[in-house]
């Protein structure tokens, strides 16, 4: 055993599993001032982590009523298992179930499972269960059906779509202030910039530059519509190109062809192979090496519409996209799946195009059922997303009658605090981009996007 128990105002959680999600959550929730206890067969990898976050770490089987009871489990609020394997993370959640009252998430990342998540969240009491290959996948599928952004999160239940993307040379925006923005569009709020690594929440004066990474939120048709006005496309792509044949591509392939788009494989395992060619009838799946810089160009690569490197190595990954960058048409889109490397300045550095990390997916779904389980605060979280490198995090909140100090109140006598931005008002569907007349009812559901971190109660917006 390593460290000890800590008096903190936040939830006792238990995590199984310290990789690399496992890690990121313990980053996170110890930041957002939870009691934090990780469990993992790996002692090295347990001191690690106890020593650099002053938490408390058990060295064994997760699943293990015995390794349970020694974390805390009866006295535990949450036990999140995060290992490799699919079937652990079951049992370590039916063992904590039936052993204290704590609510349990698992990582769940087999096809198989993929189909009875429902039933099986239902059957085994879980409060969730997530598949980050499945989720990355979803995002990676959205990029493609809307290639001029780099990222696109959905909100109000997919009613919303909140992009990022760059201001690129010869951009109709470049020069304009938002104010004139908003007078040439209709239906955008720009939410976040981020210039020279800075970041900003703008106001109507503020002027847009070649470079900038701009955010903003718009129901899907008005999204387009805006990047229709500035010139850019709107189309999703034609085809797409997949390096590596594992469980993401697997995912990707079937929901691309799902929404028409041609996709191509290449896995060099030939069983793989014979398997992925029966479950996706409407992809090509090719045996060979992706990176094989002959093959690639037989395939297409050359003249692809889109590429997505899916390897099983974050390096080959990311070298496969320079190449791609290098060899491709001017206008292809490339997406780049990053599992381990944490060299976030090297990477934004690199001319990767849309970069999706996983692990990231996974703690965004988590830390919102966290928030929103606080012990020390009511929470009405719905939804939760960072977006520039978590440095800016959007969050959707349910609006309950009690939230006097907010509703029936026009937009511009709130006393917002600095760097605060109420972005859409859900009202029965209906998503409304807020003008300062504009009031929040109980009932509705309200995005705000922020500098700020670790807000649980839509209340703390206010000064």
Do not use: W
């Not at 109507?204 to 500035?230: C, H, P, W």
């Not at 889109?333 to 849309?354: E, H, P, Y």
């Not at 009690?402 to 006393?415: A, F, G, R």
């Amino acid at each position: 055993m390593f460290g000890q128990k800590k008096n903190a105002k936040g939830l006792s959680i238990i995590i199984v599993g310290c990789g690399r999600v496992g890690a990121t959550l313990v980053e996170q929730l110890t930041q957002e001032g939870h009691d934090i206890t990780i469990i993992d067969k790996d002692a090295k990898r347990v001191s690690e982590l106890c020593d650099l976050y002053d938490i408390m770490g058990i060295v064994g089987n997760g699943a293990s009523f015995g390794i349970q009871i020694d974390a805390g489990i009866k006295d535990a609020n949450l036990i999140i298992a995060v290992t490799e394997s699919d079937e652990l993370n079951l049992l370590c959640c039916t063992v904590a179930k039936r052993v204290g009252d704590c609510a349990a998430i698992a990582r769940v990342r087999d096809p198989d499972y993929s189909v009875e998540i429902g039933y099986l969240r239902e059957k085994l009491g879980l409060a969730m269960i997530i598949n980050p290959e499945l989720e990355a996948s979803r995002e990676m599928s959205r990029i493609l059906c809307l290639p001029t952004a780099l990222e696109v999160d959905t909100f109000a239940h997919g009613q919303a779509e909140h992009i990022k993307f760059k201001v690129k040379k010869g951009s109709l925006l470049d020069g304009m202030s938002l104010r004139e923005i908003g007078s040439k569009t209709e239906g955008v709020l720009i939410c976040a910039i981020e210039r020279h690594g800075k970041i900003y929440i703008p106001k109507g004066d503020f002027t847009i530059q070649e470079g900038d990474l701009l955010s903003f939120v718009a129901t899907r048709r008005m999204a387009r519509n805006f990047f229709k006005t500035i010139g850019s496309k709107t189309h999703q792509v034609k085809n797409t190109l997949i390096a590596g044949g594992g469980t993401s591509a697997y995912y990707l392939a079937r929901q691309l062809t799902h929404v028409g788009i041609d996709v191509k494989i290449i896995e060099k395992d030939s069983a793989r192979c014979e398997r992925l060619g029966e479950l996706l009838p409407k992809a090509i799946i090719i045996n060979g090496d992706a990176t094989d810089e002959d093959l690639l160009i037989e395939e297409g690569i050359e003249t692809v519409e889109s590429f997505v490197p899916l390897t099983g190595s974050d390096e080959e990954n990311i070298l496969l996209t320079l190449h791609a960058r290098r060899v491709s048409k001017k206008d292809a889109k490339v997406i780049t799946k990053i599992n381990r490397i944490t060299f976030d300045d090297v990477i934004n550095q690199l001319d990767l195009g849309s970069v999706i990390y996983p692990r990231y997916i996974t703690a965004e779904a988590i830390i919102a059922y966290v928030r929103a389980k606080s012990a020390s605060r009511s929470s009405n979280i719905e939804t939760l997303s960072y977006m520039f490198e978590q440095r800016v995090e959007a969050i959707e909140f349910n609006i309950e009658q009690s939230y006097k100090n907010l509703t029936n109140i026009p937009l511009m006598n709130l006393d917002l605090r600095d760097d605060v931005l109420i972005a859409f008002i859900n009202r029965h569907g209906k998503i409304i981009i807020p003008s300062g007349q504009d009031e929040i009812l109980p009932g509705d559901t309200v995005m705000i996007v922020t500098t700020h971190t670790g807000f649980v109660n839509i209340s703390e917006i206010l000064d």
